[in-house]
Antibody, heavy 119, light 107 residues
Framework: QLQQWGAGLLKASETLSLTCAVY????????WNWIRQPPGKGLEWIAK???????DYNPSLKSRLTISVDTSKNQFSLKLRSVTAADTAVYYC???????????????WGQGTVVTVSS | DIQMTQSPSSLSASVGDRVTITCRAS??????LNWYQQKPGKPPNLLIY???TLQSGVPSRFSGSGSGTDFTLTISSLQPEDFATYYC?????????FGQGTKLEIK
């Protein structure tokens, strides 16, 4: 189970900060992802991290992103700097089991956090 | 970047109908294709991974097929709980990408 939290209302230029806690199951052997969905739109993958801190980022967001992991708490976090209205979305955390083959998929999702950026 | 294109974008159907949704990738993605169902106000839910393998707990009326660039999701007999939005997603490259979604509505 994934439970996520973070500030839901931001002003333009502020930093979005979200955390996702993993309850039950192993923290290793998976990649931990952030995915967002603007209002009424589709899904956009943001970034992923594994238990050892290996990361991958969406190049379109990379310059503003930091993703980190705290294995002592089984948590991972996202920071997105200098937000604008275009970053308004529901942000989800999601688990991807690292098979290294076509079975890789987002098999468990957090409940979502609505983030609104006002100007 | 790999672009995923779904068709149709929306679909009206009745309970008991057989429905097919198509997903096309802008380049070959082998078998790295997954399908998700999303209901309003909820996170997506994994239905099918690796083209055709049903996630645990998913009813057998859902099936997937395809390879390379062209894939389909079929629901053999629509149930009331199946009316939702469906997304395909490629995991062939780490810049994961989703289709734009197909909204399945009650006729």
């Amino acid at each position: 189970q994934l439970q996520q939290w973070g500030a839901g209302l931001l002003k333009a230029s502020e930093t979005l900060s979200l955390t996702c806690a993993v309850y039950g199951g192993s923290f290793s052997g998976h990649y931990w992802n952030w995915i967002r969905q603007p209002p009424g739109k589709g899904l956009e993958w943001i970034a992923k991290i594994n238990h050892s801190g290996r990361t991958d980022y969406n190049p379109s967001l990379k310059s503003r992103l930091t993703i980190s992991v705290d294995t002592s708490k089984n948590q991972f976090s996202l920071k997105l700097r200098s937000v604008t209205a275009a970053d308004t979305a529901v942000y989800y955390c999601a688990r991807q089991t690292d098979y290294g083959d076509p079975r890789d998929a987002f098999n468990i999702w957090g409940q979502g956090t609505v983030v609104t950026v006002s100007s | 970047d790999i672009q995923m294109t779904q068709s149709p974008s929306s679909l009206s159907a009745s309970v008991g109908d057989r429905v097919t949704i198509t997903c096309r990738a802008s380049q070959t993605i082998s078998s790295y294709l997954n399908w998700y169902q999303q209901k309003p106000g909820k996170p997506p839910n994994l239905l099918i991974y690796a083209v055709s393998t049903l996630q645990s707990g998913v009813p057998s009326r859902f099936s997937g097929s395809g390879s390379g660039t062209d894939f389909t999701l079929t629901i053999s007999s629509l149930q009331p709980e199946d009316f939702a939005t469906y997304y395909c997603q490629q995991s062939y490259t780490t810049l994961y990408s989703f289709g734009q979604g197909t909204k399945l509505e009650i006729k």
